[in-house]
C-alpha cells in the first residue's frame, strides 16, 4: 500500500515540478534586440514580454526573470544605456521607499528589486523591477558601465 502511495504521489507531483524547472529562453528575435559584445555582459529588457536577462557574447547567462516596468504616465525609457551608479541598500527620496540592489541607468530610473508581488499594482515609476532575489542574482554579473538595453512598451500602458 505505502509503495502504490508514493507512487501515486509522484505522478501528481512530478509534473508540476517539471514545469517550473522548464526555462524559457529569449526567442530568435527577442536577442536581435539586445546584442552582447564580446565578453562584456549586456541587460536585456523586453518590456513587450516584461522580462529582462542578461547576454555575455552569443550566451543567455542570466535569467529570463520577470520585470515590471513603467506604468502609463511615467514609461520606461527605451534606448541603449550603460549603469552610472550603483547602491545595493538604496532608499529613494522622491517615493520614500526601498530599493534594493539599485543600479541606475537612465536618470532615474534604475534595476532595482521590489518586496512584494511584481504582478501587483499598475507598475513602476520609469524603473525596471525585479524580485529582491532576482535583483540580487543580476548584481554581480554587472558594474558601472554594463549596457542596458531597453525595447518595447509594457502591456496596457
Known amino acids: 500500500m505505502l509503495a502504490f502511495l508514493v507512487t501515486a504521489l509522484g505522478a501528481v ?21 539586445c546584442r552582447a559584445d564580446g565578453s562584456r555582459p549586456v541587460v536585456c529588457v523586453d518590456q513587450n514580454a516584461q522580462r529582462l536577462w542578461v547576454m555575455r557574447g552569443t550566451s ?13 504616465g511615467h514609461l520606461t525609457r527605451t534606448g541603449k544605456f550603460h549603469i552610472y551608479w550603483r547602491h545595493q541598500h538604496h532608499w529613494s527620496s522622491i517615493y520614500n521607499a526601498p530599493m534594493p540592489f539599485a543600479q ?9 528589486g ?7 499594482g499598475p507598475g513602476s515609476y520609469g524603473c525596471v523591477n525585479l524580485t529582491v532575489r532576482d535583483a540580487a542574482r543580476l548584481w554581480p554579473l554587472t558594474r558601472k558601465g554594463t549596457w542596458v538595453e531597453v525595447w518595447g512598451h509594457r502591456p496596457g500602458s
Open 60 to 72: 543567455v547567462v542570466f535569467g529570463p526573470v520577470t520585470v515590471r516596468t513603467g506604468r502609463h
Open 114 to 120: 521590489v518586496y512584494g508581488d511584481l504582478g501587483k
Open 104 to 112: 541606475f541607468f537612465s536618470g532615474g530610473e534604475a534595476l532595482h
Open 13 to 33: 507531483f512530478a509534473p508540476a515540478a517539471q514545469a517550473q524547472a522548464r526555462v524559457v529562453y529569449p526567442t530568435a528575435a527577442e536577442r536581435q534586440h
